[in-house]
C-alpha cells in the first residue's frame, strides 16, 4: 500500500463513514492553489480505525476549516469514540461544504 494510500480521500459526492481513536492538531506546510506560495497551516488529525464499516488504520487530515468546526464539539474528552461520523463533501477547493452526520455507537 502506498503510503497515501493510508489517508483518507473525501471525494465530491460521496458519502463516508468514519470511526476515529484519537486525534491531535499537526502544523503543516502547503502549497497555497491561489497564491502558489508555500504557508504553514495548522491541520486537525483524525486517526480512523473504521471507514466504511471496515477495520482501518488510516488518517483523516482536515485542512478546511467547515469540516474542522463541523467537528470541534466533540474533541473535548474524545467524545468522538462514542459516535460512527458520515462525511459528505460537496464540490472541490475552497469552495467545499460538507454535510455530517452523527451516529450514536452501540
Given at each position: 500500500m502506498s503510503i497515501l494510500?493510508?489517508?483518507v480521500?473525501?471525494?465530491d459526492g460521496v458519502r463516508k463513514r468514519f470511526h476515529f481513536r484519537d486525534h491531535m492538531f499537526v502544523d503543516r506546510e502547503i502549497?497555497?492553489?491561489v497564491l502558489g506560495r508555500?504557508?504553514?497551516v495548522r491541520t486537525l488529525?483524525?486517526?480512523v480505525d473504521e471507514?466504511?464499516?471496515v477495520k482501518v488504520d488510516k488518517v483523516l487530515s482536515v485542512v478546511q476549516e467547515k469540516l474542522a468546526a463541523?467537528?470541534?464539539s466533540y474533541l473535548p474528552g474524545k467524545r468522538y469514540v462514542n459516535f460512527t461520523f458520515s462525511i459528505l463533501r460537496q464540490g472541490v477547493g475552497f469552495r467545499s461544504e460538507f454535510v455530517v452526520g452523527v451516529e450514536p455507537r452501540g
Open positions: 494510500g493510508n489517508y480521500r473525501l471525494e502549497r497555497d492553489p508555500v504557508k504553514t488529525t483524525m486517526f471507514e466504511d464499516g463541523a467537528l470541534a
